[in-house]
């Protein structure tokens, strides 16, 4: 019981002292693991667990959205909007339909948001 506990408090510390990088990466984490497992529930037949999913998936996306200041970020920063904003339509197709096929073509682009920023994060750091 006490293990949990000690967990649980360093789990809660890691958010709270995490840089705006390492929450973006905890946050596309999360949309990999999501999306994955919407993916599963589809698959289950289990259409309520693939609803929670998918959703929490899109909500991870409409809040990157939501960070990005495309005034300071220009085109890159508006090319990122379309990438989200693809990944949520194609994450709400495959939620409407239960669509395995849809699900299977965007995950790996999910992942690849979630590489690239994390390559960056790794960049920033070894130039400072």
Do not use: C
């Not at 939620?95 to 690239?116: S, Y």
């Amino acid at each position: 019981m006490q293990s949990s506990n000690a967990y649980n408090a360093y789990k809660n510390n890691s958010v709270n002292y995490a840089s705006k990088e390492q929450l973006l990466l905890m946050l596309l984490d999360g949309a990999v693991k999501f999306s994955k497992i919407g993916r599963q529930a589809i698959l289950d037949k289990n259409i309520a667990k693939a609803h929670e999913n998918i959703i929490k998936t899109q909500n991870i996306f409409y809040e990157l959205i939501a960070s990005l200041d495309v005034n300071r970020g220009g085109e890159w920063a508006k090319s990122l909007v379309s990438i989200y904003d693809f990944i949520i339509r194609r994450l709400r197709d495959a939620n409407i339909k239960k669509d395995i096929d849809i699900m299977n073509e965007i995950i790996p682009l999910i992942e690849e948001v979630k590489d690239t920023w994390n390559e960056a994060y790794k960049l920033s750091k070894g130039a400072k």
